[in-house]
DNA sequence: ATCCCAAATAGAAATTGTTTCTATTTGCTT
DNA sequence: AAGCAAATAGAAACAATTTCTATTTGGGAT
């Protein structure tokens, strides 16, 4: 279940640690985006000692793996979600801001044309909000 | 100059205080993102008393208004950039990861198709990054 | 199996961007 | 000119995140 994701690691040379193979059967059990403090909360139970600032180092890592996506919300706090993409290609994603699930998505040509209004264009961001499936068919 | 910001604030029934004025003229005379830090040192030689408060106060007030935009950047700060849009229509920006300049362009189509993944999309965010056509000529 | 060491971690403390609170001031209507 | 809701200053609180240092540990080498 979770072999993907470890591999993400090993592949790059990090340490698989209990408290990282958690963090991952975390999400995986969740199926939502979810902040540092919930997943401490969360795993504190199974380690009896549990840094906040491990969870905080490992979302980062793992985020720059590409096992995690960081998610914005309009709090001022940090969100990731489980990348659920099976390659690399560059993709976007979409929350269901009822349950947090986490959805991918392909835009073909978003930005072929690769100057805006001037700007040479570089990268970008896009973060789109719905509702899941699941939660249309609740209400 | 800044009269069509003014505007947005009076047509709102909010007041029209130097301050406010004042961080118009500021956004207006820089013509790039900024946070609300460099505003208040900026606008400090002018008012001998001015409060860091009022500034996050405003800035949020003319983002509601459509006089703002608000910029995400890596960093954990609140950015704001002025809007030039004429009309309210759906738009989004590109800043100039150079100098800081930011541009409007409306994506036509972008969401038409208004399920994704299952999700039925009710609104998203875009942010692209860019060089503008000053800061290329420059380089 | 044991040794070893760079990588990972805990825990406490610091940092800092942002928000809250209250007394005072001010823009604007009457 | 008066009155009042809206706006503001300044200090204080808040809270998410980061930094720091001593300690532990995963996993390759022996
Ligand atoms: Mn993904
Ligand atoms: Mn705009
Ligand atoms: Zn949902
Ligand atoms: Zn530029």
């Known amino acids: ?3 993907i994701y470890l591999n993400k690691l090993q592949e790059k040379n990090f340490k698989l640690t209990p408290r990282r193979i958690a963090i ?3 999400f995986l059990s969740r199926e939502r985006y979810l902040n540092p403090e919930i997943i401490w909360k969360g795993l504190k139970k199974k380690f009896k000692h549990l840094g906040l600032p491990s969870i905080y180092r490992n979302l ?3 985020s720059k793996c590409g096992i995690l996506t960081k998610i914005q919300m309009p709090n001022r ?4 979600g489980l990348c ?3 390659d690399n290609k560059h993709h976007h994603h979409i929350v269901c801001i009822k349950c947090g ?3 991918e998505f392909f835009e073909e040509n978003l930005f072929e044309k ?3 209004n001037g700007f040479k264009v570089l990268n970008h961001f896009l973060q789109v909000e719905g509702i ?7 209400s």
Chains 1, 2 share one sequence.
């Open 101 to 103: 699930k986490v959805g």
């Open 60 to 62: 980062e890592l793992f």
């Open 24 to 26: 991952i059967d975390f």
């Open 114 to 116: 690769k100057t805006i």
């Open 132 to 138: 899941c499936s699941t939660c249309r068919i609740k």
């Open 84 to 86: 659920k993409a099976k």
């Open 77 to 80: 706090k940090l969100y990731y």
């Open 1 to 3: 279940m979770n072999e």
